[in-house]
């Protein structure tokens, strides 16, 4: 099973880095397996470590992938790094072991601290919808057009009967990121 997660790094300077990411547990270990090249794999090779954001703000995955910052950090409680301030829950993660890939290695992280800070209410339809949108958007250069289209329009039906003032913030992000994409790369984009 893959877990919808945000995974902030830092590299070897302290900057962060802040991403969605699909996280698999296996026995007690967590399974972070970023793409090549990739800003979380660098970081966590140079640093050991990460943080694994439990959140219910879709705004923070769809933020995360159109470059729009909607949440502050905090320092992580035993690991350097951070948190998001307003996460659900965050475990801080240390890297144990790598399984080499040529494209997409597997990260095998240990939880040595983890804190709940507020309880998990459950997700709506439309706070999917925006983290399956999320996934496609991030995607683009992977997924054929007429794929993600199609995925779009059949997620907008949970959007237009369930979504909240985040979700539809997230939600039109992530559109528009698409549609610049799409028209870059015919050449109508106007921006």
Known sequence: MIYETIIST???NGKP???PFGVQKKDNLYVIAPFKPSTTLENI??????VMNLTDDVRVFAGAIVHQQVYDLLPATKLQGFRLATTLA????QLVEVL???ERPHLLMQSIYQETHQPFAGFNRAQAAVIELAVLASRLSRLPQEKILSERAYLQIAIDKTAGERELQAWQWLVEKIDNYY????GLNQA
């Not at 090779?45 to 990460?50: E, K």
């Not at 028209?183 to 015919?186: D, G, I, L, N, R």
Request: net charge negative; with cysteine; hydrophobic share 30%.
């Open 90 to 93: 965050h475990h801080e993660l």
């Open 100 to 102: 080499e890939d040529a």
């Open 10 to 12: 830092i590299d070897t």
């Open 183 to 186: 028209a870059e790369q015919t």
């Open 17 to 19: 880095h802040v991403t």
């Open 45 to 50: 090779m140079s640093t050991q470590c990460a």
